[in-house]
């Protein structure tokens, strides 16, 4: 290298020094900066070997000050560091990971969406003398070095519906997926398919993907990261980070900033230490399997050592995840665990074989491996208040309904099928028989006359009929709202263009259950009216009511928040779970409440979504998921609240792979983590006529991407016709349509396919 | 009247915004009166601004708008709405709003609960039911079962040739439906089937309930009422007889009532005439008091040609033809009364004062409903410009209208073009008769149009009917 380059280098390293600390660690910088300066003052009158010799001490220098500057990082120099344009990228992983590759999907700015990169590479291998080549599929964020077209790594809907493609191509081909996670966030456009939509969709195919896949996280930003980052193995850059949220966008939340505003930097800075998102806090709360070290003040794209050591890592991580798999490999499996501890260098691990192929029956474990380890997840983060002989007691019943389903529904059922066809054959063989038998007396009673009089007749067609209890409470809500109790005129919305004349408040929110009855515009319910207007009366039977939200990360001031919600609404949680009955069909239900902190889902939350879902698969029933309304993952949770996405999409795959039949239905405002997650993944959507539904909210959206958005870019419409729900219904039909869609979709005895 | 400083909202127009105000005068209440743009020449404001005083006549946008209306009753402190007939009174939304909102007011008709209850006719005709008060064969509920509705139908297809009905008719309607939308009629009980499902998917489609009512269809009827009064104990109630309405236009508006309902002393009909009657006052009076009917209101009957009646539907109002009935009856053998002052005058919470014995009746009476309209032409309204209404005065004749008779008057075109009620007195059939016809013959009214043509009315059409009264 010559010493003009060397020169260039070196200003780059400063720039990127600069550019991390900003006005931070003066003293550091400014001796670097005098340095290269006087070598560049001197450097004309010196012969190439001083020359050589000073830029070797100045380089020198620039490492002793870059692993001293390390020591001293903070989560927020992190976030600078990975979003800095001299920062890796997935191009320079491609390039240096991986012994060949070829881009799929188009190249540079001619692509379906430039953000998100998708590469069939190989690594060779040499055991002995044999060499292979393992092919893997590689997926990922590309945010390049500041190239505009790349959008910054932030993908567009149809991004990660390319990358779900390849997911499935993959599998086809049984080769391991390795995803590489560079995003500060999805794109939150409603398109077809939606940003929620497809993320959802992402995480439900990938909870049942029969292949390997290993993710790296560099910038992990929420639903961005979660579309391609739920892996067996997770890795992370030491100098990654991996949260809910922006430190920005939580400094917005936190400091309610509205309108164009920004939040200090203090405040942001505050919010990313109490964020925990740095690589050694994820893999400390366990979210995060391993961390890979970068070289002082985070990799760029000349260290090539770095590049061999991540090489080394994740064919670990294939290894690690197939050999757990794998029906054979005693050996294998030893050697790889004997390397724990030792620095991957000294790893020989190219000199192992491992085929990343797998058996049909490997699959399956692989996948219920995934699952198990997704589900042990945040389980420290909420409270359970339940004595210890409660929580026994607890566990000794699961166990009971274990064995109970399994002799009820595995071993049962599928005898209890033929024994009811022999039935009916000997009962229509027996009619015919006693018709026979009985044929003479028959024809002796039918020659005298019956004598039914014309009054009777009359009688019976005039005559008092029985009546169902459940018509003669037509019309009549069993819940009504305290709104109802004010004396007072409301105007709806529409009145100028559809002329709706102005309600009065009891007969809108009492008789009409908050439907203009003109025009059929929603105005928000309170929650309780669709527990006591929606299920049979009192056959709601609440479960998991000492599950507690907490502060895991003892986020500053959200204890306070979180008592005052507590009290405010009397719930644990924004979200309740409880066992009902529709008509008669019983049905597990969890709900998120708005009126608690907005419904957000933390890690308690997720739990008691996950544990409903795993009871109506024990039970075989019908499993309803109503949306009051959700803000989205609880920020002030972290990396506790956005796995619940993974996690709870996971237990809703188990359940509906199990043959159940799982409900969404949408009320209010329903937006991000939880739509783009176990929300958006079922089947069966519907929404009242007064939700909203989408990503983001259109302060975010003109945030992030400038746009201004039309007022209806969210309704209920808008989601039918991209696709994300299957239908809008009108509120005072919901218990009509639920029992309804219940039969068809399920129906009593036919439900449990 | 013993507490008069109530203040009576009159929330309606025409002639029985008028008969309302004469009431309350009578009584010795104030009255507000409202009227909209088009109504401005109407009599009732004319009315209101002679004899109202301060603070009684309000312009409003609509009679239906009930925020503008309790805002006036609030602005001229008034403490009672009467609705009339029509508009809100049959709202029992209205009615409960009147009577529960902050600055509560006297909603004078039956309590709300009592509207919502007769409202509904499925359950007026379970109610009547349950009291072995004959209603139309048929169900009485939403007949959500094929095999079911199969077997009623069957059942009345059976009844009626028994009957000796020569066409048997069974009517399925959509028990969600109203005003004529989802009914069929089915003459043959092999196509009753496919109507059914028919009209089970229309209502699905329509109003997401699959219910279905089966009814029989009787065509050869006289329609006929009871007038009931009750006050608010609801203990109590009377009749004050019975009026016969089976004279009507092609659209079953009706154009001639006749008290009493049926007249055997002079007519034969082919069955117990005033059994009937009998018998229909006595149920109406059974229900009314099984749901404590606190105000005026009209039981509606059919009576088929072999002298069966079935209850039809409760209107719980005061209806234009109460001062026919009121022409008969006497209390305590006096002429004179005045149901609307009766409706006021219980509907503010004082007790009836009578009961059915001092209750009688005398003659035959007849009310014409005056209407620009052309019978020879299925009823069309006629709209224009009357120059000339006047009739000689009688003591056997009531007139009420709110058609000014000494200035030209411009019929406005957004409500119903009713002009006027003449009520007739006769002290038997054959003198009501000659009365009826003396005063159409009397009567002078002429106008006409811009289009140049001349007033258009249904008095032939009510002298050729007059004729015809009370025989089946």
Known sequence: MDTEKRTQHLTERLTYIKDIFGDKQQENIRLLETKLEEFIQRENGLSVEDKFAALSTLEDLFGFVERNLENELTAMDKVRIVRHSQRICLRDILENVYDNYTEIGGKDENSIDPSMLIARAYITRRSGKRVYHQPVMVIGQEKGHGEEFRNGGSVKPWGNAKALHYMRVAETENIPVHTFVFTPGSFPVEDAPGAAQQIAKNLYEMAALSVPVVAVFSEGGSGGAEAIGLADSRLMLSHGYYSVISPEGAAAIEGRVRGGDRAGAELVEKCAHQLKITADDNVRMGYIDHKIQEPALGARPYHYEFFRSLRQEVIRATDEVVLNVKGFSPFRAMALRRRKGKSIEDLDLENIHVRWSLSRKARARLIAKRHAKFNKLSKSAFIDRRPIHRRVAAWFVEKGWDTYSYFKYDLWRSHQKKLMYAVEEVDAEARVLMDKVKGPWKKITKAIPANTSKADKEKELTMLSQWDEEDQGKGQWSYISPRAKEDRAITCPNAETHGCQDLWAPDLFGEYAGVCNSCGHHFPMEYQWYMHNIFDPGSIFEFNTEVESANPLGFEGFDLKLEQAKNKTGLKSSCTTFEARINNVKVVVATLIAPFRGGTVGAAEGEKFVQAAERAKKKRFPFISYVHGTAGIRIQEGVNGVIQMPRCTMAVRRYIDAGGLYLVLYDTNSYAGPLASFLGCSPYQFAIRSSNIGFAGPGVIKETTGMDIPPDYHRAQKALSRGHIQGIWDRRDARHNLSQALMTMGGRNLYYR | ?472
């Open chain 2, 1 to 472: 009247m013993q507490n008069t400083n109530h203040k009576v909202l009159v929330a309606n127009r025409g002639e029985i915004a008028i008969r309302i105000m004469q009431a309350c005068q009578k009584l010795g209440l104030g009255f507000v009166c409202v009227y909209t743009a088009e109504d401005s020449a109407s009599g009732h404001v004319r009315m209101a601004k002679e004899h109202g005083g301060e603070k009684s006549l309000y312009r409003v946008s609509s009679y239906q708008d009930a925020n503008e209306l309790l805002a006036v009753a609030d602005e001229s402190g008034a403490t009672a709405i009467h609705p009339g007939y029509g508009f809100f009174a049959e709202d029992y939304r209205f009615a409960r709003r009147v009577t529960q909102r902050e600055n509560k007011l006297i909603f004078i008709g039956p309590s709300w609960r009592i509207i919502r209850e007769l409202g509904d006719k499925i359950n007026t005709k379970r109610l009547a039911r349950s009291l072995e008060v004959p209603t139309v064969p048929g169900s009485d509920r939403p007949v959500y079962d094929e095999l079911e509705a199969e077997k009623i139908a069957r059942q009345l297809f059976e009844f009626q040739e028994e009957q000796g009905i020569r066409r048997p008719m069974v009517l399925v309607k959509a028990s969600a439906g109203g005003g004529g939308m989802g009914i069929e009629e089915v003459y043959d009980i092999d196509l009753f089937k496919s109507v059914y499902r028919r009209i089970r998917s229309y209502s699905l489609r329509q109003f997401s309930d699959e219910g279905v009512l089966i009814e029989q269809r009787i065509k050869d009827f006289n329609h006929l009422e009871v007038q009931i009064v009750s006050d608010r104990t609801g203990k109590n109630p009377v009749h004050f007889g019975t009026r016969n309405c089976s004279i009507q236009s092609t659209g079953l508006q009706k154009r001639l009532e006749i008290a009493p309902g049926f007249d055997p002393s002079s007519i034969n009909y082919t069955f117990d005439a005033q059994k009937v009657l009998d018998d229909i006052t006595e149920y109406s009076l059974a229900m009314a008091r099984k749901v404590g009917y606190d105000n005026v209101g009209t039981w509606e009957w059919i009576v088929t040609r072999d002298g069966r009646p079935f209850l039809m539907e409760v209107n719980t109002r005061i209806q234009v033809e109460n001062g026919v009935s009121a022409m008969i009856s006497r209390v305590n053998g006096k002429a004179g009364v005045d149901l609307i002052a009766e409706q006021i005058r219980v509907g503010l919470g004082e007790p009836l004062g009578y009961s059915q014995e001092n209750i009688t009746f005398d003659g035959v009476g007849i009310e014409y409903r005056l209407i620009a309209e052309n019978p020879e032409m299925k009823f069309t309204p006629w709209v224009g410009r009357i120059e000339d209404f006047g009739w000689d005065k009688h003591d056997w004749l009531q007139m009420h209208s709110h058609v000014p008779t000494d200035v030209a008057y411009d019929i406005p075109t957004e409500f119903d073009p009713n002009l006027a009620l003449a009520i007739i007195w006769g002290k038997d059939l054959s003198e009501v008769k000659v009365h009826g016809k003396e005063f159409l013959n009397e009567l002078r009214l002429t106008g006409q149009n811009q289009g140049g043509e001349s007033l258009k009315s249904n008095v032939n059409f009510l002298r050729t009917k007059t004729d015809e009264i009370l025989k089946f």
